[in-house]
């Protein structure tokens, strides 16, 4: 043990004695870290960001939504006498925590000074606590969403439609007859903006959206559930099992299709059948047509790490070559005296071990600033990168497990980059080694 | 006076007060005869063949235009729209199959089902503004007088949709000249009450039915006013119309296809 200590001792005094090598050295490794850590906090806001946002506007964690076709070739998103449907989800699902039901369409809203098309939402805003908790509004009251024919925008809709909270506008509809009907609602509150879900989407009572489609009031869109925190990474599988519940319970459901359900309407019109068919979903379905954001920032930051760690694995492994060829007389006179080839390896090992802590905690750290720093500035950013960031502004999520992982990671790989020149360093016979002039 | 002649000036008293009292409102029977009349005037039963022209002016927006072919043969409802101008929108066209409407579009060669009530090419047109008239088949009229309607006489009357018919419209309100029982204006109305387009029929020309053996009659001009977004309308012209018998097969998929390659 006090052998181990001495190695460790003697790794530290050589890296103090080289400061400049060092420095660089270190330099490098915290500018991997502290990209590596940006870049995760960026996709990991990313994400967030997409999960808050698909699960406040969109979708619970796990939906129960349906087709109702009153014809073969005429569908509409609505699950019929929903109450027993949720007898059946609150007995079979005990991870849920919670669940709402929302009113499902499609229907221009037109102003005064121009239209917009976008997807309708009727929401009970007395059973959301949520989505008044995550909706931010710059103006009006979201309880008046209570109220009979009231309306919430988001405000890049409001510059489409050039309205203000108190105006009046029309939605437009096909009932699921085909029947054309119109609304008139007023606008109650302006949000701002969620990412690129929020520019598609208006809220309004549920009532609104089914004296729209002529709905009976047994009738929903899509039941949402969602799921204890601990079991979120799970719900492809709760979804799975509901599937095989809802069937056994005498339900007809959908085959699974990762897909939202507006993307459905094709399909389920070329099917053949009439009446009611429940499908079941999970938020990542109700978002596939962004996770591909994801994905790709996934795959650009595998891109850019691995070419940073190639660099750093270079640099660690000629540093070492350099620092044992002007040490190759020190690393004999220590065998000499009785140091072990083991320990001479140690010796090596512990210094990269030592520079990779260094560099990968100031990285860390210098990342988490910059992180917080770049939060704190609350950057708008334009709508093409919304597309991107599922966001308005920029936001990066930095978690302590997520560090903890960088510094594991990269530490590691800057200790296993010096191990082949530690070896050849603890294989130098004493003699020659102590003869050697560099 | 004698008593035959006191009678006879009676009965005419009588006649000349209660005769107008029945003359003024048409019956339920009056207004169902004449919507088959109106039906019937259009009514090729056979095939068609036509080019049309369709403007569109939105607000905000470029006005945009097109044209294309229409065919349809009454025995099986079945109907096409090809489009050929502009040259973005050559090759695509609408197919209507055993009352499925398909869209096909030759830049991704991909069918796609569309509801009946599809807005033609993003205009304010329907499939039904250029099938042919159902009215009395769809509809129960309803009396709402006569009136002036430029220089034309026109009866009015209001559609109501027949029972489990699913109709794009639930009410219509139409004005028919009384003269030659063609269409002069036309409101449809959204379930909740609320006026959505009203459209205008200024000119109607008639062309020789091969099927029929006589003339029928066909709006040469429509103009389409959307009610709710007040400044979007659209026109479209009927041209070239012709009732002669079409091929046997170009009401398919594979047809429509062969135009855009």
Redesign the interface.
């Known amino acids: 043990m006090s052998n181990l200590f001495l190695d460790f001792q003697i790794a530290l005094r050589s890296l103090f004695q080289h400061r400049r090598r060092t420095f660089f050295l270190v330099t490098a490794i915290a500018s991997v870290t502290g990209l590596l850590v940006l870049l995760d906090a960026l996709s990991t806001g990313v994400s967030e960001s997409m999960i808050r946002a698909a699960t406040t506007l969109s979708s619970g964690h796990v939906n129960v939504g349906g087709f109702f076709k009153v014809t073969s070739n005429q569908c509409g998103p609505v699950v019929t006498e929903f109450g027993k449907v949720v007898e059946v989800v609150e007995k079979n699902v005990p991870e849920m925590q919670s669940f709402v039901h929302r009113g499902r369409g499609w229907a221009k809203i037109i102003s005064d000074s121009g239209s917009t098309q976008a997807g309708v939402t009727g929401i009970e805003i007395k059973n959301e606590p949520d989505f008044k908790r995550v909706i931010r509004l710059t103006s009006g009251r979201i309880e008046d969403l209570a109220e009979p024919n009231s309306l919430l925008l988001f405000e890049s809709q409001v510059e489409r439609l050039k309205v203000k909270v108190g105006d009046a506008v029309t939605l437009s509809a096909m009932t699921n007859r085909g029947a054309a009907n119109t609304i008139d609602c007023r606008v109650v509150a302006i949000a701002k903006d969620m990412g690129l879900m929020s520019k598609f989407g208006v809220f309004v009572p549920i009532e609104t959206t089914r004296a729209l489609y002529q709905l009976r009031p047994d009738t929903t869109g899509a039941i949402q559930i969602y799921l204890q925190p601990r079991y979120v990474a799970k719900a492809a599988d709760i979804a799975a099992r509901l599937r095989v519940t809802l069937e056994k319970a005498g339900y007809r459901v959908m085959d699974p299709d990762a897909n939202p359900f507006w993307m459905k309407f094709q399909t389920v019109n070329r099917e053949d059948w009439t009446g009611q068919k429940l499908d079941v979903t999970i938020w990542e379905d109700e978002v596939s047509f962004l996770t591909w954001t994801l994905k790709a920032l996934n795959v650009l930051k595998l891109v850019l790490l691995t070419i940073l760690i190639a660099i750093v694995i270079t640099g660690i492994m000629n540093t070492m070559w350099i620092a044992i060829r002007e040490r190759t007389r020190e690393i004999g006179t220590l065998r000499a005296i009785g140091m072990q080839r083991w320990g001479v390896l140690r010796m090596f090992l512990f210094e990269s071990f030592q520079m990779g802590v260094l560099g990968t905690v100031a990285g860390a750290l210098g990342g988490s600033v910059v992180a917080g720093l770049l939060n704190a500035a609350k950057i708008k950013v334009p709508l093409s990168v919304q597309l991107f960031l599922m966001s308005d502004q920029l936001n990066l999520a930095v978690h302590l497990p997520a560090l903890a992982q960088a510094i594991v990671t990269i530490t590691l790989i800057t200790t296993l980059a010096a191990l082949y020149p530690a070896y050849r360093a603890a294989r130098l016979p004493p003699v020659s080694a102590m003869s050697h002039f560099g | 006076m004698s008593r035959n002649r006191i009678t006879t000036i009676a009965t005419a008293l009588l006649v000349s007060f209660i005769a107008p009292g029945f003359a003024r409102p048409a019956s339920k029977q009056d207004m169902v005869e004449l919507l088959k009349a109106v039906d019937d005037r259009q009514r090729n039963q056979g095939d068609w063949r036509s080019v049309i022209y369709m403007e569109q002016k939105e607000?905000?927006k470029v006005d945009v235009a097109y044209e294309a072919l229409v065919f349809r043969r009454s025995a099986d409802q079945k109907f096409i729209i090809l489009f050929t101008k502009p040259k973005a929108s050559q090759g695509q066209g609408y197919l209507r199959l055993d009352?499925?409407l398909w869209f096909y579009d030759p830049s991704v060669g991909k069918w796609?089902?569309r509801?009946?009530?599809e807005r033609i090419g993003g205009t304010n047109s329907r499939r039904s503004d250029f099938d042919e008239s159902r009215l009395a088949e769809e509809y129960d009229p309803e009396d709402n007088g006569e009136a002036k309607l430029g220089a034309y006489n026109a009866q009015i009357m209001t559609l109501k949709?027949k029972p489990d018919l699913?109709?794009?419209?639930?009410v219509i309100k139409l004005w028919v000249d009384k003269e030659s029982k063609n269409v002069l204006k036309r409101q449809?109305f959204?379930?909740?009450g609320?006026l959505?387009r009203t459209s205008y029929y200024p000119k109607w020309k008639k062309a020789y039915s091969e099927s029929r053996k006589m003339e029928v009659w066909y709006p040469e001009e429509m103009r389409f006013y959307d009610e709710?977004?007040k400044a979007n309308s659209t026109l479209i012209l009927v041209k070239s119309v012709d009732m002669k018998p079409l091929e046997a097969n170009l009401f398919t998929k594979a047809w429509l296809e062969s135009k855009s390659r």
């Open positions: 607000k905000n009352k499925n796609e089902r509801t009946e009530r949709g699913d109709l794009a419209f639930p449809e959204a379930l909740s609320r959505l709710v977004e």
